[in-house]
């Protein structure tokens, strides 16, 4: 029977019930893709319209919402694209990293990696910006943009100062993209970070090879600033010329004029700077730079005394909106200052402030205006300011000037002494030697305001032991002076004192009042008294009245002249007094006031005055035969005639005499002065003996004299002379102890420097003289300095000192000399370009010197080092040379060397006749002739001539050059045996020769033929040991450790590979040698070591070098036994193909091996069926079929 169709049968109703549950759900997937399309599509609309923050909103919504979605890494990506672009820099580093982690294969992956590294850059964080760029790079090295992430990650490491960092990212593009298009910016950032290190020749040798390329402006940029760091302002000056030439208007070029100008600055060459600045304002430079040389102008004409209100207001009405307006606002108000207009300088600052309220020059502002109100005589005002500024939190070297500025208010204008003294010892202890300095002389004065004269007097020598070159050092010596001989004794009570002047009109009352005022020091008291008592012609000591007020006129010019320096005011009136108690005759100070009169009429330095006083203390003797002063005019004598001893050692003889009668006074205190010229006659006279006794007495009986400082120097030149050197350093180092003579001290210092130069302790000498420099230059001290630093082995420092001589005092005695020593100091450097000009210059600049030939003969030799022969030739050769031996041997092998042998004949002969002793230097010319012949293939002619110098001129450095070059043309000849002989007797025999470590390598090169890796390993090691161009070292030490390599001694391979990267790091060849000493670990057996070396610098390698360290890495893990790991390396090298396929056919076998060993035949037969597929018709065919039929037995077997 035939069901009826409508009946439902069992298996129909499951179907129904399936379709009918089936058909919703359609429904709402349906549905549900569409909401997900909607969603994705709305979100990129948004991004698409720039609505970065509504977009990510949507995107991160549509991330939740869809788990699932197959657009969902797409929705990642934009995400962080959204927050990338919409400068929510934070976000999109996370939100990049998530979708790098969530889709490691999504092709985007690498432009995501590079957006976070910029989104990492933009913030600053260029620590792990370079990190980014490097993984970037390491991750996609084949990329397009691989270099371009290089060099990101080397200028991010530099801006993080990691420098070792960007020097190495910088090396990779140079060694591993040589033809990117980017070289020469790798180039030029390389050249930077050197630069950063202070490695200035290797950046200037970098910049110098940046050509034809958008980076050369600014690489002649930076050969101006090393030109000028190494103190080579001619270069400089070319350089920059022939920048501005050829590329005008450029950043560079522009700011070549700032660079020079701000270095002039620097030098404290104000008026270089001026010109400097002002060419920049006529050469029409882009308005930035434009307002630079401005405000640099006006530095300029402020520290020159310059009006320069004018350029900072002109500054302000043509550039209202520059981004240096603070800069010209401060300016301004300085400016007003200086021109005392406080009012508008306050204004200015104040305007300032309110304009840029965070800009730090605002925070500067409140110190310039607590400096106004302090001239103003405002001290709360202006300790306001200072406070304001201090609150601002401002650098240490600021807020200690602000500080210092508040001690002097608190000194000068409110007399809070206390507050000052804290404040002043705390910054006699500042690291910045000028705020230190002026504290310390402060402290001086705050001491000298209490009227603590023995603690000021402690505090200015204090003053000029520590700051002795400092501005106010003369006037600290004129304050010990003035305190110590000047200063009243006792204070005075000036009412009291009026009072008994009023009261009392007794004369002898108002005279012994004047002389008690005269005895303390008060001596302009102390005149209306005494000059009322020598008025009065019935009082009985009007003389001694008389006497006491010349007396205290001419204590009131030396106490003016302690104090300002003033010049004497009351000479002629107190000369007047004298005369007429000298003219009266009977009075009992005639004789005392005749002394006085001497010194006043025959006051002179000069021996005509020195001369007319010797005559009048001989008249004084016979006037006075019975006066108590005629020790005194002995005295005065004999210093009368030291100064006439300039001219006639006679008179230091008189002198003598006069000393010696004085010393036998009862006088002590002429007793003490006589001693003294005694010894300063004696070392005058050159009796350094008895000289240094006397003066040695002399300290050792007056511990306390006045004379001691000066008795102590003279002492120390006596030792100088006699060749003491320690005991006479040990003298004038005890005069720098609490010194109260600058010029003393100075003097003291430079001799104390020449005893350590002599004594050849030459960094004493060069940080002494190093102390003397802020004085001022000094030809001898720049001169001795510049030696110490040589002597040091500071040879930069050596340099730039005797740059400064040259410059300074081109026409000083030596400057020849110093500027040849400079030159030969920058040759020794390797800085040749520099050294040739500085010798041509002491050539041009100094006609006469005997130098001149030696400074052309070096110029010549430097070409000729160079193998610039053309140039060594014209050096030697031109109208400014002078015939000598030097020059002329020169110029002939110049002409050789340029295969000029028919010219070079006839200067030979005409050698021959001028110079007939010239016998080794003939022989030289006989050498290069034969060197000639060898390149013109002759080498018969050679070998012929080569052997006449061997046996005419045996024991000359010319025959043993002679030796070198006969091996080559045995050589040529087919003379092996003579040429293995020759080359094996020169490497035994002549190891001081120059060409000793080429005849080692050439030998090596015949015993690394032979197999001779014994001897092949001794001949590189003689050849490291000799006269080898270092550019030859890295690949001789290379061949070295192959050796050795070769000879299966490992560690000594490996040692000598470790050698070649610690002395050259970034040379090619240590990359190579870091991955062989991984190879040697392997082939000595030690694979976990192999591992270790080699697998840190995979990510630096590719090509064929990487897929030989990688299978090293794989063959270590295989013969360790870890199968597993050596099949995962070996895959890489399956999945990551890099350099030949050869190492694919490798990969294939070692996984073939792997699997066999672990016993899994199906899959090790799969991958010797790829090697059969892939490399038919090879070796590792024939290899695999040979493992094949080994696994068939070992199958049968079982």
Request: glycine share 6%; aromatic share 8%.
């Amino acid at each position: 029977m035939i069901p009826s169709r409508l009946t439902p049968t069992p298996t129909r109703t499951a179907i129904l019930a399936v379709l009918l549950t089936i058909a919703p759900v359609s429904t709402v997937i349906g549905q549900s893709l569409q909401d997900e399309r909607e969603a994705f599509d709305y979100a990129r609309v948004l991004f698409s319209d720039g609505l970065y923050d509504t977009a990510a909103e949507e995107y991160r919504r549509f991330i939740l919402n869809y788990p699932t979605s197959e657009r969902l890494a797409q929705a990642r990506l934009k995400l962080a694209d959204a927050y990338f672009h919409g400068g929510k820099l934070s976000e999109a580093v996370t939100a990049y990293q998530i979708f790098v982690d969530r889709h490691p294969d999504n092709i985007e992956v690498a432009a995501a990696l590079r957006n976070r590294a910029t989104a990492l850059e933009q913030q600053n964080e260029h620590e792990r910006a370079a990190s980014a760029f490097t993984e970037l790079y390491e991750r996609f090295r084949t990329g397009e943009y691989a270099v371009q992430d290089l060099l990101s990650a080397g200028t991010n490491s530099r801006q993080a100062k990691d420098y070792l960092g960007a020097e190495q990212s910088f090396r990779t593009i140079l060694t591993n993209h040589p033809s990117s298009p980017l070289i020469r910016e790798a180039t030029y950032n390389l050249g930077l970070v050197l630069t950063d290190q202070s490695r200035d020749s290797e950046a200037l040798a970098l910049f110098e090879s940046v050509k034809e390329s958008e980076r050369e402006p600014d690489a002649l940029l930076e050969i101006g600033r090393i030109s000028l760091a190494q103190d080579h302002l001619p270069k400089t000056e070319q350089t920059f010329s022939s920048l501005r030439k050829q590329f005008p208007g450029t950043r560079s070029a522009q700011e070549s004029y700032l660079v020079l100008g701000q270095w002039y600055e620097r030098q404290a060459e104000w008026k270089k700077a001026i010109q400097t600045y002002d060419r920049a304002k006529g050469a029409r430079l882009d308005t930035r730079y434009q307002q630079l040389a401005i405000l640099g102008l006006a530095r300029a004409y402020r520290k020159t005394g310059k009006d320069a209100l004018q350029l900072y207001t002109q500054f302000l009405k043509v550039y209202p909106k520059s981004d240096f307006l603070p800069d010209a606002r401060l300016g301004l108000g300085r400016s007003f200052v200086d021109q005392e207009k406080y009012r508008q300088a306050i204004d200015a600052f104040k305007r300032l402030q309110e304009e840029f309220p965070k800009h730090p020059f605002s925070v500067t502002a409140h110190r310039d205006i607590g400096d106004v109100y302090a001239a103003l005589g405002s001290p709360r005002l202006a300790l306001a300011a200072y406070q304001r500024h201090l609150d601002q939190d401002p650098p240490t070297d600021e807020a200690s000037v602000t500080r210092l500025s508040m001690g002097r208010v608190y000194r000068t204008q409110l007399a809070w002494t206390d507050k000052a003294l804290d404040i002043l010892r705390d910054l006699t202890n500042s690291p910045d030697p000028e705020i230190a300095g002026s504290a310390q002389f402060q402290l001086g004065q705050t001491y000298e305001l209490l009227g603590q004269t023995h603690l000021a007097v402690r505090e200015y020598r204090n003053y000029l032991e520590r700051h002795a070159g400092d501005p106010d050092a003369h006037k600290a010596e004129r304050r010990i002076r003035y305190l110590l001989d000047f200063a009243p004794s006792a204070p005075l009570d000036h009412d009291l004192i009026e009072l008994i002047g009023i009261t009392s009109g007794d004369v002898a009352t108002g005279y012994r009042l004047g002389r008690l005022l005269f005895d303390r020091r008060h001596y302009d008291e102390a005149l209306p008294h005494l000059e009322i008592a020598a008025g009065d012609s019935a009082f009985a000591d009007r003389d001694e009245a008389a006497y006491l007020q010349a007396e205290a006129l001419l204590a009131l010019d030396r106490q003016s002249n302690a104090l300002a320096g003033s010049s004497p005011a009351n000479q002629s009136r107190a000369l007047s007094i004298y005369q007429s108690l000298v003219d009266k005759g009977s009075s009992n100070r005639s004789d005392d006031a005749a002394l006085r009169a001497i010194e006043l009429k025959h006051a002179g330095t000069d021996t005509a005055s020195a001369s007319a006083r010797v005559s009048a203390y001989d008249q004084f003797v016979k006037t006075y035969p019975t006066s108590d002063r005629l020790v005194d005019s002995q005295l005065h004598k004999g210093d009368a005639l030291l100064v006439l001893g300039r001219t006639s050692s006679q008179h230091i003889d008189r002198a003598l005499k006069s000393y010696r009668a004085a010393a036998k006074s009862s006088n002590t205190a002429l007793v003490e002065k006589a001693q003294y010229g005694v010894g300063r006659c004696l070392a005058i006279k050159k009796q350094y003996a008895q000289a240094e006794n006397a003066l040695r007495d002399f300290l050792f009986q007056y511990p306390n004299s006045k004379l001691g400082e000066e008795a102590r120097f003279q002492l120390g030149l006596i030792l100088l002379e006699r060749g003491y050197l320690q005991s006479a350093a040990i003298e004038f180092a005890d005069l720098l102890r609490s010194p109260t003579s600058v010029d003393l001290e100075k003097s003291s210092r430079a001799l104390l420097a020449e005893c350590y130069f002599r004594l050849k302790d030459y960094a004493s000498a060069a940080r002494t003289d190093e102390s003397l420099l802020n004085r001022g230059a000094d030809p001898a001290v720049l001169r001795r300095l510049g030696e110490s630093y040589a002597q040091l082995g500071e040879d930069e420092k050596a340099i730039s000192v005797l740059g400064l001589f040259t410059r300074k005092f081109p026409s000083a005695a030596g400057a020849d000399t110093l500027s040849f020593r400079r030159a030969e100091l920058l040759a020794q450097l390797g800085r040749t370009g520099q050294a040739i000009d500085v010798f041509d210059r002491v050539a041009a600049n100094y006609p006469k010197s005997p130098l001149k030939p030696q400074a052309l003969s070096s110029v010549g030799r430097l070409h000729f080092e160079q193998g610039n022969y053309t140039a060594a030739l014209t050096a030697v050769s031109g109208p400014a040379s002078q015939k000598s031996e030097g020059i002329d041997e020169l110029r002939i092998l110049a002409l050789l060397r340029l295969d000029r042998a028919k010219q070079a004949r006839k200067e030979i002969n005409s050698f021959r006749k001028a110079y007939p002793a010239a016998l080794e230097a003939v022989a030289r010319f006989e050498v290069e002739e034969a060197r000639v012949q060898l390149r013109y293939r002759n080498p018969k002619g050679a070998r012929k001539k080569l052997e006449g110098v061997v046996k005419n001129h045996s024991g000359t450095a010319a025959a043993v050059d002679a030796e070198f070059f006969l091996i080559e043309a045995l050589e040529r000849v087919g003379k092996t045996d003579e040429h293995f002989a020759a080359l094996n007797a020169f490497v035994k025999n002549r190891k001081e020769n120059a060409n000793w470590a080429r005849a080692n390598l050439d030998l090596a090169e015949i015993k690394v033929k032979d197999d001779d890796y014994v001897g092949a390993s001794k001949a590189y090691l003689n050849a490291l040991s000799g006269n080898l161009e270092e550019t030859e070292r890295p690949v001789v030490m290379k061949m070295l450790y192959e050796a050795h390599r070769n000879l299966r001694l490992y560690d000594s391979a490996i040692t000598y590979a470790r050698n070649l990267i610690e002395a050259y790091p970034h040379h090619p060849l240590a990359q190579g040698a870091r991955i062989n000493i991984g190879e040697i670990y392997s082939e000595k057996g030690d694979h976990r070591k192999a591992i270790e070396e080699i697998r840190p610098h995979l990510t630096k390698l590719q090509n064929d070098e990487w897929s030989s360290a990688q299978f090293v890495i794989a063959k270590s893990h295989h013969d360790l036994g870890e199968y597993e790991n050596a099949l995962r390396e070996y895959l890489k090298m399956i999945y990551n193909p890099q350099g030949s396929v050869n190492w694919l056919a490798n990969a294939f076998m070692g996984r073939a091996q792997c699997f066999r060993a672990l016993g899994r035949a199906r899959e090790a037969y799969a991958e010797l069926d790829k090697i059969s597929a892939r490399f038919s018709g090879t070796a590792f065919v024939l290899q695999a079929e040979q493992m094949r039929a080994e696994m068939d037995k070992e199958l049968r077997r079982q």
